[in-house]
């Protein structure tokens, strides 16, 4: 990111249309029938968990983290993260991410959970979870749904129905 000077702030309320903006544009009306948008919608992100990436005052891009359990774990459930297309493969993403998981750490997190691509969140030391492990609302493919550890061998143990975390 040597030729731009990006910006990773965490969320605040005011980012909200802007962020709205981007998911329309990224993944357009069929994001709401999606698995992970059932464990959001009702226990929203954390705005303290979740980055905003700017150029300027632009805002280029943007990471949620929303609380959820697994079986009785607490983890964070990461995602969607989006950067808008001109910004793409720059690092902005990669920066977004390790600091979200900074952030979680520092926020006593163990486990951050996700969908998506093995091969992108295999660079940041996400690995898939083994088939049957850890149960969502609704179909997801196997092959996509990845944890992080945050602490060594914090997912040793863990299996169970994936949940919005009420008590965080
Ligand atoms: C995925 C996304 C967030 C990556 O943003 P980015 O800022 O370009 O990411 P980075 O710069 O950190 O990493 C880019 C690298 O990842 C690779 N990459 C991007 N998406 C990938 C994928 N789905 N699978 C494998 N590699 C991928 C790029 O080819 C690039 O590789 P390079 O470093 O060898 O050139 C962005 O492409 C995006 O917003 N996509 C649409 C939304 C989406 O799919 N989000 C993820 C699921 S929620």
Partial sequence: MADLSLIIRPE???????????HERTFGPGRYALTAYRLRERNGHRLNLSFTARVGTLLIGSVWMTPVVIGAAKALLLGPLTVEPPFRGRGVAGALIERALASARDNGHHLVLLVGDEPY???????????????????????RLLVRELAENAFDGVSGAVRPDWDA
Wanted: no cysteine; charged share 35%.
């Fill in 12 to 22: 605040a309320p005011e980012d909200a249309p802007a962020i709205e903006r981007l």
């Fill in 121 to 143: 969140y295999g660079r940041h030391e996400f690995k898939r979870i083994p088939k049957g492990r850890a149960r969502l609302p609704g179909p997801v493919d196997p092959a």
